[in-house]
């Protein structure tokens, strides 16, 4: 078995993709697009470290975009095999890439109409008629079931916990030595709202395992609740909005759970809350769809008074018109828009029109990659550029990290811990400093031989 790492390493956080050849096939884990800075996500358009159509299968370890925005692509460039992912992961990637498409065809649009008359026309990264070519080629599979997704190839498909449908892949290869890979995908935080906990790894003779807080740990989850109603409570008192950048999978709804558990110890009664993000809606049906996968706490909020999806005063914002009417909302909204970094969508919009406003509070309540807006303002940034205005940032900014859909430092050592093997470590998807502190204290508690993986190494087994 041979691994090579095509994305998310090298100290980086998105473009996850790693290709497996096992049992005389070429699989691949992943397909994500880069996120970040302008720079960084134009390596999208540029040509894949492998020849799709090469690839016998691909295997998706969840639906948010940094692990399947390149696909469509993918199968535009000649893929033509099965794709294998948890049945909500494929309920979920079609929401996710036609939103993703949208976006790409308006921006060469855009360009177009901005180009020199010499310049070449501008092409979106793909369109939605490839975003339905690779429906597709989509193959649901539940938690738990052994698989064999080619000859000599077995596939098991555990629950992450990191979003609806999160999966750790198990990949075991029938050759004349028996091997077996774990992807860790992403790793959810033990007592994630609505999620199960991760599923501990099996035996394994490797495990390509994130990490994204290797070197920090988050604040405690009853504290982090407490803290989320302190801002509210400080917000309602300054009379302004509070704007919070969430992605349309995850955040979204795991906030509305936390808005309907303390509905009236936070006074939400009092205050308009909206829900900007036509994507998130869409999500929210394929969560009620998998009430299977909720945990058992989750069973008793979707029974009570107050359903976290039918909050009395959500709005949902569906058409553009909806979220323009937003803006005239000077004080007592709380708007959840995506994207969850910032770096696009609706919340770019709120934050042009919030920013300047000291009584208005900005929540972030998830990562946020470098090169991005939230990053930047996350880091104190004092002005920053929306759509072509300078403005300045009055409003108050608060990073609320234990909310975060990743495990932190703690959270990874244990799930590691828990494998009855200890098995070699490549450490993905996580920066430099994160991952180096990470293999520290794997190599210190478990003796564990770590590898960094580094873009277009190959790891023999």
């Known amino acids: 078995m041979r691994i090579t790492f095509c994305g998310a390493a090298g100290g980086e956080v998105t473009g996850s993709s790693h290709l497996i050849e096992a049992a005389g096939k070429r699989i691949l884990f992943d397909c994500g697009m880069v996120q970040g800075s302008r720079q960084a996500e134009a390596r999208n358009l540029e040509a894949f470290a492998f020849d799709p159509a090469g ?14 925005g390149r696909v469509p692509l993918l199968v535009k460039r000649g893929f033509k095999g099965p794709i294998f992912a948890q049945a909500a992961t494929c309920d979920l990637l079609p929401i996710m890439l036609l939103d993703a498409a949208s976006l790409a065809e308006s921006a060469a649009d855009r360009a177009n109409r901005e180009r020199a008359a ?5 092409q979106p ?3 939605r008629e490839d975003v339905a070519a690779a429906q597709k080629l989509l193959h649901p599979l539940p938690y738990e079931v052994a698989t064999e997704i080619l000859p000599g190839a077995t596939l098991r498909l555990r629950d992450a916990g990191h979003i609806m449908g999160s999966s750790i892949i198990e990949l075991r290869a029938s050759e004349a030595t028996p091997k077996t890979l774990i992807f860790s995908g992403d790793i959810g935080m033990k007592g994630t709202p609505i999620l199960r906990d991760p599923v501990p790894p099996a035996a394994a003779d490797l495990i390509l395992m994130e990490s994204t807080y290797g070197d920090r740990n988050h604040k405690d989850r009853a504290a982090t609740v407490a803290e989320l109603g302190t801002i509210f409570e400080k917000a309602r008192a300054d009379g302004g909005n509070v704007v919070i950048p969430a992605f349309a999978v995850g955040r979204s709804q795991e906030l509305m759970y936390w808005f309907a558990g303390h509905f009236d110890d936070w006074n939400l009664a009092e ?5 900007d993000s036509p994507m998130a809606a869409k999500v929210m049906a394929v969560y009620d769809r998998h009430q299977e996968l909720f945990d058992v706490d989750a069973a008793k909020v979707w029974a009570g008074r107050i359903k976290p999806f039918a909050l009395p005063n959500l709005r949902v914002s569906e058409s553009v018109d909806d979220s323009k009417a937003i803006n005239e909302v000077r004080g007592g909204a709380i708007i959840v828009a995506g994207s969850g970094m910032a770096n696009g969508g609706r919340v770019r919009h709120h934050l042009a029109n919030n920013l300047t406003d000291p009584s208005a ?15 930047l303002l996350v880091n104190g940034l004092k002005r920053v550029k929306l759509f072509g205005a300078d403005i300045p940032v009055r409003a108050q900014i608060h990073t609320v990290g234990g909310l975060s859909a990743h495990a932190d430092q703690q959270g990874l050592l244990e799930w590691y811990g828990a494998s009855p093997n200890h098995p070699s470590v490549a450490l993905v998807h996580g920066e430099n400093p994160a991952r180096a502190a990470l293999a520290t204290q794997l190599h210190e508690r478990f003796g564990t031989k770590v590898t960094l993986a580094q873009p277009g190494m190959t790891h023999e087994l």
Not at 118 to 122: G, K, L, Q, T, Y
Not at 361 to 375: E, I, K, M, N, P
Request: proline residues 2%; without cysteine.
């Open 55 to 68: 690839i016998n299968a691909l295997v998706l370890s969840h639906a948010h975009i940094d692990h399947i």
């Open 125 to 127: 990264l793909y369109t």
């Open 271 to 275: 205050w308009k809350i909206f829900l």
């Open 118 to 122: 010499d310049a070449p026309e501008a």
């Open 361 to 375: 509070h900005v929540l972030f309540v998830g990562y946020q990659a470098d090169g991005t807006l939230g990053r």
